[in-house]
């Protein structure tokens, strides 16, 4: 059988980087391929090219055993290969089906004469989308009401009424609930039937079984290998992404005994958060433990004075504030990492250098003016101390890789010298190697007598790095446990029961 897709010989240079070095690659009908690597792998680099969006610098592309070369996304898309990003295009105000037909909006004239939008064939094409998906969507509704599953359902409907053949999916769940996920896995199983090829991109080892038929890995750029999914064990994929044997680290746990650094007393916010108390400690990594929804990223805002709260207080080293804002708490001691590093916590058109001193800009300023040699040289300090891989801090943060941009994001609020800080999905979207950098980081900051207060969507990792979990549903502290207290079953079906636990 020919493939519909193949790769030969790709690579793609970058100053001072191969991305990617000498890539073969090839999909077959009906195929839902596994895309594997750490970042900064060149998986990528790899979409990229594929989308049009990057020309290779050598090798050959073949779709149907016929070479092509694509200049732009247009080009892929007549190729019939559409990229379905981690970053959604959809415009919020849209309705369903204006974003499924987005820049492709049929006209008539009314009257004959009066040049408008045809929203008869709009609903058309976009039901036809949803149709073939089996998947109910109202096509009035703005995206903006839409939960982030149905976003992501509605930008693979707008793929789809594009006809590929090929669709690339760029970490599609890591935004979503398991439920969602079983519920896209269905799309992505029934576009495979379809005979439409798929490579899936995800750092998430336990979906590959349920989903993907084959896998390749990359590493530093290399095609590693492409093997079945039946041999795809999660030690396998991890040593042939890593290049070694790896093993969890054993961490030492904390029982400390140190002065409550952040203390939070009845803090409540109609409808989202319901009368919250719990205490951290210097020395002391305390876990949430919640499914999405539950209310983890609102506690960590409402504390950081992001968003408002209707009652309650919250106590950083002593000091009681009834009304926290961003400023006072950074004043008072506290940083927070937050959940989406690329729109809230970097600048990614801006250096290294600037995004790593923008909470801690009075330590290297005199007199109100920006002293640079002492900006670098704390930057400096920083990037050696956590380890940040990056040709110097000077380059635009937004070509770091994942791991290395939250390094970035951690390192900003570390030269501010905080006592407390909460850390909200800071490994979301970044390799099994770079996850344990940020968890032996979190470890060090807590030996080193800082509160750290950790969310995590990933159930394992909260169990696997905390000394405390608090369990959060519906916008309530529902329990709290030890991690020597329970196992991942039983700790997953506590964030997932019904019942109040006292």
Not at 319 to 328: K, M, Q, S
Not at 394 to 407: D, E, H, P
Not at 435 to 445: A, G, P, T, V
Not at 465 to 473: A, F, S
């Amino acid at each position: 059988m020919t493939p519909i897709l193949k790769l030969e010989h790709v690579s793609k240079i970058y100053p001072g980087v191969v991305a990617l070095d000498d890539v073969d690659f090839s999909l077959d009908a009906g195929e839902v391929r596994g895309l594997l690597g750490k970042n900064g792998a060149g998986k990528s680099t790899l979409i990229k090219i594929l989308s049009g969006a990057v020309i290779p610098d050598s090798g050959t592309i073949t779709v149907d055993d016929q070479p092509v070369v694509m200049h732009s996304t247009r080009d892929a898309f007549h190729h019939g290969i559409y990229t379905v990003y981690q970053e959604m295009s959809l415009v919020p105000a849209l309705s369903v089906a204006e974003n499924i037909t987005l820049g492709r909006w049929q006209k008539k004239n009314l009257f004959g004469f009066i040049p408008t939008i045809d929203y008869g064939a709009v609903r058309r094409i976009a039901q036809s989308a949803l149709d073939e998906l089996e998947v109910k969507l109202d096509l009035d509704t703005p995206v903006s009401r839409l939960s982030i599953a149905q976003q992501q359902t509605v930008e693979i409907a707008k793929a789809l009424s594009f006809n590929p053949r090929v669709f690339v999916l760029d970490e599609p769940t890591s935004s979503l609930a398991d439920h969602e996920v079983q519920a896209l896995h269905r799309i992505v199983r029934r576009l495979a039937e379809q005979g439409r090829a798929i490579i899936y991109v995800t750092h998430r080892l336990q979906e590959i079984p349920h989903i993907a038929h084959t896998v390749t890995v990359l590493r530093d750029g290399k095609s590693v290998g492409t093997i079945a999914v039946k041999e795809a064990t999660s030690e396998r994929i991890a040593n042939m992404m890593i290049g070694f044997d790896w093993q969890r680290v054993h961490r030492e746990r904390s029982t400390s005994t140190q002065d409550v650094k952040l203390a939070v007393r009845n803090l409540s916010r109609a409808g989202v958060l319901h009368d919250i108390s719990f205490e951290v400690r210097g020395g002391e990594v305390l876990g949430i433990a919640g499914l999405l929804g539950s209310g983890r990223t609102e506690l960590l805002r409402a504390i950081f004075g992001l968003d408002p709260i209707d009652s309650g207080t919250v106590i950083v080293n002593g000091h009681e504030v009834t009304h926290p804002t961003p400023a006072l708490m950074k004043i008072n001691g506290m940083g927070l990492t937050p959940e989406d590093r690329k729109r809230q916590g970097l600048i990614l058109s801006s250096s290294v250098q600037r995004n790593m001193t923008m909470a801690s800009l009075d330590r290297v300023s005199e007199y109100g003016l920006l002293r640079l040699t002492n900006e670098k040289n704390l930057v400096q300090k920083m990037v050696d101390l956590i380890s940040i891989k990056t040709p110097s801090v000077s380059v635009k943060v937004g070509t770091l890789s994942g791991g290395n941009q939250q390094k970035v994001v951690i390192g900003n609020w570390l030269n501010n010298q905080p006592s407390v800080l909460m850390m909200d999905e800071p490994t979301r979207g970044i390799d099994i190697q770079a996850k344990e950098q940020i968890f032996e980081l979190m470890r060090s900051l807590a030996k080193q007598g800082l509160a750290v207060l950790f969310v995590s969507s990933e159930i394992e990792e909260v169990l696997d790095v905390c000394d405390r979990i608090l369990i959060m549903k519906d916008g309530r502290i529902i329990g709290e446990t030890l991690p020597s207290e329970v196992n991942l079953e039983q700790l997953l079906s506590r964030v997932m029961a019904e019942e109040t636990h006292g």
